[in-house]
């Protein structure tokens, strides 16, 4: 099975940047679909962006649109999501997930593959 490892959290000054990482182990096939989530303290799971793996089509949640982009480096089997402008309302514990189900995946519950997460706070 697919196994997930992000990386690049931190604590960040409201108005600044964070790139993070998710390497995923084994081969990603050229039908899944990656993404991200994020869970803030006290609030439901909300879905961030999606990337399919082929032909790199994305898709943003309302809130991030604009200022984070999700993209993908296949040789290194790596998908990345590139944060600017955050807020402290960004907080979050962001986890990256895949999906084996072909396509653009752009619900919590398509995606079958999970890692365990990554904290990002952003300070006022």
């Known amino acids: 099975q697919v196994q997930l490892v992000e990386s690049g959290g931190g604590l960040v000054q409201a108005g600044g940047s964070l790139r993070l990482s998710c390497a995923a182990s084994?081969?990603?096939?050229?039908?899944?679909?990656m993404g991200w989530s994020r869970q803030a303290p006290g609030k439901e799971r909300e879905f961030v962006a999606a990337?399919?793996?082929?032909?790199?089509?994305?898709y943003y949640a309302d809130s991030v649109k604009g200022r984070f982009t999700i993209s993908r480096d296949k040789a290194k089997n790596t998908v990345y999501l590139q944060m600017n402008s955050l807020k402290p309302e960004d907080t979050a514990v962001y986890s990256c997930?895949?999906?084996?189900?072909?396509?653009?995946?752009?619900?919590?519950?398509?995606?079958?593959?999970w890692g365990q997460g990554t904290q990002v706070t952003v300070s006022s």
């Open positions: 084994g081969r990603i096939f050229s039908d899944y679909g």
């Open positions: 997930a895949a999906s084996d189900l072909g396509g653009l995946r752009r619900q919590l519950r398509d995606y079958r593959y």
């Open positions: 990337i399919s793996w082929s032909g790199g089509r994305t």
